[in-house]
């Protein structure tokens, strides 16, 4: 069975800082798929970004960008420029090729003003 | 576009009543999920449906939970009788194709208060 460990249960930055969430993951399997969520107060799920693990290049959506280090098994999400938005609850998962999304337990983010 | 959509948005029961939310998908998605979510945690799979099919059910507690999703559109999920411990928020979500990778939609859920 997989599993998905988010090592910070809260972590907060200051407006317009950088701040990187950290998530490890255990698998044998050689091919899948890596997710971050964003979970907002409002409680609708969202996806920030996706890593193919047979990519080496680390996946960037504007302000998010990931680290993905498949030996280690390690996939962090970096924000820069945080904004207040970006407050929420952020959660890791883990999609193998064939089978079901592991969701780790999530960090709550607090961005202060 | 309409995102998910899942009702109610809050349901208040007493032990050992049934339940039942109704989540209607984004239009023309074929691949439907229901998920479990306690409390300070992430979401834990109960259900996946590609159209009518139920493709993955093996963590779904079937002496208690059932659901359908009988047109491959909208599907409800059930519960009978309910216990104290089925307070959570269930969430429903939805795909465009049938591939791991593709996007999930969440809707807002519905959460569960059982007294």
């Known amino acids: 069975a997989q599993t998905v460990t988010q090592s910070q249960p809260e972590m907060s930055v200051q407006e317009a800082e950088t701040v990187t969430l950290s998530c490890t993951y255990d698998t044998s399997e050689n091919n899948y798929y890596l997710f971050w969520y964003k979970q907002p107060p409002s409680r609708q799920m969202i996806l920030v970004i996706r890593q193919e693990a047979y990519k080496q290049q680390n996946a960037t959506e504007n302000r998010f960008s990931v680290n993905f280090q498949k030996a280690a098994k390690s996939f962090s999400l970096k924000i820069s420029d945080s904004q207040l938005g970006d407050t929420a609850m952020y959660f890791c998962a883990f999609t193998p090729n064939a089978g079901k999304s592991t969701f780790g337990d999530g960090t709550t983010l607090t961005v202060k003003p | 576009e309409a995102g998910v959509v899942q009702s109610p948005r809050y349901k208040i029961i007493e032990k050992k009543q049934p339940v039942a939310f109704w989540c209607n998908p984004i239009?023309?998605?074929?691949?439907l999920y229901w998920y479990l979510q306690n409390l300070g945690q992430g979401p834990e799979l109960l259900i996946r449906y590609e159209n009518e099919e139920a493709v993955d059910d093996s963590q779904l507690p079937k002496d208690r939970f059932s659901a359908e999703r009988l047109k491959g559109v909208d599907s409800t999920l059930k519960i009978q009788p309910a216990e104290l411990g089925d307070s959570a928020v269930y969430l429903c979500?939805?795909?465009?194709?049938?591939?791991?990778?593709?996007?999930?939609?969440f809707g807002p859920g519905t959460r569960l208060l059982v007294l």
């Open positions: 239009s023309g998605h074929n691949t």
């Open positions: 979500a939805s795909s465009s194709g049938t591939s791991l990778l593709e996007t999930q939609y």
